[in-house]
């Protein structure tokens, strides 16, 4: 079993940035981000392997950037250059995938989830 909390959610204005922190009880080989906004249904936002292996929806590419602390157990999304459609709840993920890391992977855990708000 491993529990995962969000941080970190917060409002900004467009084109401003926000940081989102994952803390995990058990870092899996796996780690992802996903959010949804209202209406629409669960997407990947980026995911990590533990040998910092990323990938990234295309829509995140060159504002996002996805991080890991193995020592921390900690999960990072850097979130730059924010817009409107940034804006929905986003979660962390981690699954104990041997081979495979992606947004598409089934991940295990899922954790509760953060606010992301973007005015203009």
């Known amino acids: 079993q491993v529990q995962l909390v969000e941080s970190g959610g917060g409002s900004v204005q467009a084109g401003g940035s926000l940081r989102l922190a994952c803390v995990a009880s058990?870092?899996?080989?796996?780690m992802g981000w996903f959010r949804q906004a209202p209406g629409k249904e669960r997407e990947g936002v980026a995911s990590?392997?533990?040998?910092?292996?990323?990938t990234y929806a295309d829509s995140v590419k060159g504002r996002f950037s996805v991080s890991r602390d193995n020592a921390k157990n900690t999960l990072w999304l850097q979130m730059n250059s924010l817009e409107a459609e940034d804006i929905a709840v986003y979660y962390c993920?981690?699954?104990?995938?041997?081979?495979?890391?992606?947004?598409?992977?089934?991940?295990?855990?899922w954790g509760q989830g953060t606010q992301v708000t973007v005015s203009s």
């Open positions: 993920a981690a699954g104990w995938f041997d081979t495979g890391c992606s947004l598409k992977s089934p991940y295990e855990y």
């Open positions: 058990k870092f899996t080989y796996c």
């Open positions: 990590i392997n533990s040998r910092g292996t990323t």
